[in-house]
């Protein structure tokens, strides 16, 4: 595709329960990002991929987030055991070279 | 803690009104970034400044950044209602290419 795309836009879920959010990234972008943005807030950097290395987890909030990036495309963040407080609109973004980085629409979770 | 502070939060006027909007930090950046976001999007980048004292034009919007390079401004003139969205400063720091500290934004909203 020609922009970055995730799914679903929308999730509402309930809590305790596991989310699975998707990003597709810009074909040939060699990084990925995940971000989570609260109303009214900027946005708060999550994990960072780049190519084969090993990624940059440090900005997960809790045990209960991970993500992959399976052969250097897609990405999958998870959500375990969700709680109310992870609420948000989470984004992903890609990049080539640099930190020009172009996102998508964003999934927009809602924990009941 | 690198903080980046933005102001107004937010701001409603008129079309044809000029405005500015801040990004202000008590660190040094080595590069800072403005995004505009709308409503069920991703936010797009606008413009990156590099250069303390960097004067950047994009049509009606100029942006600048400071001499010490810890602050940036945006400044509109005679804003149109497509002006409408959340504006963002991003700011990196030497040595860390990729992780972006994020300001929580300017609410614009401009009136027909």
């Known amino acids: 595709g020609a922009g970055v795309s995730q799914s679903p836009s929308n999730k509402v879920t309930e809590k305790g329960k596991d989310v699975e959010l998707r990003c597709d990234p810009i074909s040939g972008h060699t990084a990925l990002y995940w971000y989570r943005q609260s109303l009214g807030q900027g946005l708060e950097f999550l994990i960072y991929?780049?190519?084969?290395?090993?990624?940059?987890k440090s900005g997960l909030p809790s045990d209960r987030f991970s993500a992959e990036r399976t052969g250097g495309s897609v990405s999958t963040l998870t959500i375990q055991r969700t709680q109310q407080e992870d609420s948000a609109v989470y984004l992903c973004?890609?990049?080539?070279?640099?930190?020009?980085?172009?996102f998508g629409p964003g999934t927009r979770l809602t924990v009941l | 803690t690198q903080l980046l502070e933005q102001s107004p939060q937010f701001l409603s006027i008129q079309e044809g009104e000029n405005l500015t909007v801040y990004c202000n930090s008590s660190s040094v950046f080595s590069s800072l970034q403005w995004y505009r976001q709308e409503p069920g999007e991703g936010p797009v980048l606008l413009v990156t400044v590099v250069t303390g004292g960097e004067v950047k034009k994009l049509k009606r919007l100029t942006f600048q950044f400071g001499d010490a390079r810890k602050d940036s401004s945006l400044h509109i003139t005679a804003a149109q209602p497509g002006d409408t969205g959340l504006y963002l400063c991003?700011?990196?720091?030497?040595?860390?290419?990729?992780?972006?500290?994020w300001g929580a934004g300017t609410k614009l909203i401009i009136k027909p």
């Open positions: 991929f780049q190519g084969n290395s090993a990624p940059d």
């Open positions: 973004a890609s990049s080539f070279h640099g930190n020009e980085q172009f």
């Open positions: 991003a700011g990196s720091f030497s040595g860390s290419n990729y992780q972006l500290i």
